[in-house]
């Protein structure tokens, strides 16, 4: 994969780029100096807030039969949950347990609405999307914890979600994407549930900023190297954690057992090189891979299909859903 970014990023993007009121009040947030830090906490909830209002997944929503929401049981508390069902959806679907992004700090249920709509109808199959706890008020391991305990539950009362237990993938964006394989970790580590797919969307897979992708994406293209560093240092809140697989996958000391895998990467993406060295792993330890690159993309750029319209972000979200489809068909490892 030597054309990993191309010259200017696709002039679709050009009014993703230009600043908003909503990025600058991010980007005013996101400060990683330890006093502004401290003071960011309020800023955060102001973003949360906004973000709930301003979802980037609002406009143009396909619809499904029907969305429910409840609560699962979780390690700290109830677990909130929106389940999606599709047009023409029967009993035992398969299903797709998904993470949101938002580095961890960030979004909730509305955030990827366009995209687990079109997911449940493209594939199809039922979408349980979980609300697990944020940071900074719930630092690691809470919200991969409670994403574990959801994704648990749903194979373990499948006639609840009317979903097939033998056909369940985990899969997620940025934050949600290092979440998704983290599941998957702990459910080889721990003795389940079984799992046939996982779909990480330009995933975090590591803490570390000294990447190729890091030097040439550090700033001008929404996501940026100081708010990765930002995002971390709430998340773990000790260098403790650094090299816990379960926060930094890439650290495992073995990726094998491990569902397929989807990896979306992007050009104009920080992340970019932690996905595709991820991707390679988990390849090279005997896991089937489906790795695509998209060399004039952002961050995040799947998620911006609804909304924006956004041609290259239906693109992935339709390999997502070829590749899930297939899984799905054949469950078998």
């Not at 985990?170 to 459910?187: D, I, P, Q």
Request: charged letters at 20%.
């Amino acid at each position: 994969m030597a054309y990993l970014r191309a010259e200017e990023p696709n002039p679709e993007l050009a009014p993703s780029l230009n600043p908003t009121p909503l990025g600058r009040l991010l980007w005013n947030a996101t400060a990683v100096d330890d006093d502004r830090m401290l003071r960011s906490r309020a800023r955060i909830k102001v973003v949360r807030a906004l973000r709930s209002v301003l979802s980037e997944e609002t406009e143009n929503l396909p619809t499904v039969d029907h969305v429910a929401e409840f609560a699962v049981p979780g390690p700290g508390r109830d677990v909130p949950v929106r389940v999606y069902v599709p047009d023409g959806g029967g009993e035992a679907a398969p299903c797709l347990v998904y993470f949101h992004g938002g580095g961890w700090v960030l979004g909730g249920l509305d955030s990827p609405e366009g995209t687990l709509r079109h997911l449940a109808n493209d594939v199809p199959c039922v979408v349980v999307s979980v609300g697990y706890r944020l940071a900074p008020e719930h630092p690691f391991p809470a919200g991969l914890e409670d994403c574990y305990a959801a994704t648990k539950y749903v194979a373990s009362n499948p006639g609840t979600f009317g979903v097939d237990p033998d056909r369940i993938a985990v899969g997620g964006r940025s934050a949600g994407g290092n979440l998704a394989t983290a599941v998957a970790l702990l459910a080889r580590d721990r003795g389940g549930p079984s799992l046939v797919h996982q779909v990480l969307d330009v995933p975090i897979t590591d803490r570390s900023f000294d990447t190729n992708s890091y030097s040439e994406n550090a700033t001008g293209y929404l996501l940026t190297r100081e708010k990765m560093i930002w995002f971390w240092r709430w998340y773990l809140q000790t260098e403790l954690h650094d090299t816990n697989p379960h926060a930094a996958p890439l650290q495992a000391n073995s990726l094998s057992d491990l569902p397929p895998a989807t990896v979306i990467t992007a050009g104009f993406d920080p992340l970019r090189d932690e996905g595709i060295a991820y991707a390679n792993r988990l390849e090279d330890e005997g896991v089937a891979v489906h790795l695509h690159n998209y060399p004039d993309m952002i961050h995040g750029f799947s998620g911006r299909a609804y909304g924006e319209g956004l041609s290259r972000g239906f693109e992935a979200l339709n390999k997502i859903g070829d590749h899930l489809r297939s899984a799905f068909a054949d469950p078998s490892p």
